[in-house]
């Protein structure tokens, strides 16, 4: 197949999980298909990066978008009563492109990710396939609930406007694709269960056990800029910790990854370490005894559980990660929705290493026999040859 991919933003570097997922499925598409990329960027993308992702495309058109036009584009749909960040993600420099390289491509099939692409292939007459990734408006409701004041009423709008959205998808496309059963149940329509789940998978050749020296207690890392990860950072940091702390008070905390806002900046104390972007990941969940994901807002397959597992760290998390997860309560994962529930798992992990390495082996078992992205890969290319074939038949 011809495989025209359409993204809000270009795959690489790896530090969300919306490049992670999209850079992977290429990867497995191009094995047996020509793949041609096309995507947005509000910023300069390094050569290196392209570089990283060039073996795997025929041909790549990248258009950056000036913030400034995008803006301009997020208050019309406010003004039009349409999604926020479809506005942001559009222009009209952005469509004209997209639809001279689709005309130039001339695909067998467009596979687009997440909302904020309709809003360049929804016109067009081929075949297309959309990945929904998760359920944006469920994750915006979520958090949502976690806000006040103008922030609030701006999530409380995206909301709306995500469900509307996400509700016309079915009209518009020929297949839909979505990383979880949870996520395909809170899309707000009655066929919901036709949305293929696709996975996202681990790179195990790449995330495996390492030896290191263990400088840190408990590890949370993710892409700090993200209010899902600034909640769970506040969570951990401000009410489970010192519960943990009454009990063993030399306990550490690192918070790992890009970008850390201000809120999270100001967690940082004696005990807990803020480290921002760390060149490799792996040194971070090397150098702890107990991967914590205290998931508070936020949808979707939470990548840095499944890293976390491979790399075979005892994890703990909330009833919201592990929905997508689907690990084996107090056998795989443990789960704790309060404060007291997971401070207490935290400080039985941190008192019983036997207990620990038994739960890190049940994980890593676990991730390694069902999270591959050659497999995840496979039911992909199996959804945009059926919508081929569907269309040939014509």
């Not at 600034?230 to 790992?256: D, N, R």
């Amino acid at each position: 197949m011809k495989i025209l991919v359409v993204l809000p933003r270009f795959p690489y570097p790896l530090e969300k999980g919306d490049k992670l997922r999209a850079y992977y499925q290429i990867k497995e598409l191009s094995k047996h298909n020509e793949v041609y990329l096309y995507c947005v960027s509000h910023t300069k993308v390094l050569p290196e990066h392209i570089d990283a992702v060039k073996p795997y495309c025929k041909e790549i058109c990248l258009v950056r978008s000036p913030r400034l036009v995008n803006y301009k584009n997020v208050v019309r749909n406010y003004l039009h009563t349409k999604s926020l960040q479809m506005g942001y993600w559009d222009s009209i420099k952005s469509r004209k492109a997209y639809k001279a390289f689709e005309k130039k491509v001339e695909p067998d099939v467009l596979y687009s990710q997440m909302v904020r692409t309709m809003p360049l292939v929804s016109r067009s007459l081929r075949p297309k396939v959309m990945d929904f990734q998760d359920a944006m408006s469920m994750n915006c409701e979520r958090r949502m609930e976690k806000s006040r004041g103008l922030w609030h009423y701006i999530l409380h709008f995206e909301f709306k406007m995500l469900r509307s959205t996400e509700y016309n998808s079915f009209k518009i496309f020929d297949a839909l694709t979505i990383i979880s059963e949870p996520d395909s149940e809170a899309i707000p329509h009655k066929q919901n269960g036709d949305i293929h789940i696709i996975p996202n998978g681990v790179d195990f050749g790449y995330f495996a056990p390492m030896e290191r020296e263990k400088k840190y207690d408990i590890l949370f890392c993710g892409n700090m800029s993200y209010e899902p990860n600034v909640h769970a950072s506040q969570f951990l940091a401000q009410e489970v910790m010192p519960l943990v702390w009454k009990e063993m008070p030399e306990a550490t905390l690192l918070l790992a990854g890009a970008s850390p806002k201000r809120e999270v900046r100001k967690l940082e104390s004696d005990k807990v370490t803020v480290s921002g972007y760390v060149d490799d990941i792996r040194e971070s969940y090397a150098s702890a005894h107990i991967f914590a994901a205290p998931m508070q807002t936020g949808s979707g397959l939470q990548n840095k559980l499944l890293e976390a597992m491979a790399m075979m760290l005892p994890c703990v998390t909330t009833s919201i990660a592990n929905a997508s997860l689907y690990a084996e309560e107090g056998r795989q994962v443990l789960v704790g929705d309060t404060a007291q529930a997971f401070a207490d798992h935290l400080i039985t992990l941190l008192r019983n290493p036997e207990r620990r390495d038994q739960l890190a082996l049940e994980g890593y078992n676990y991730v390694n026999d069902n999270f591959s992205w050659e497999k995840a890969g496979e039911k992909l290319e199996a959804v945009l040859q059926s919508v081929v074939n569907k269309e040939s038949k014509r």
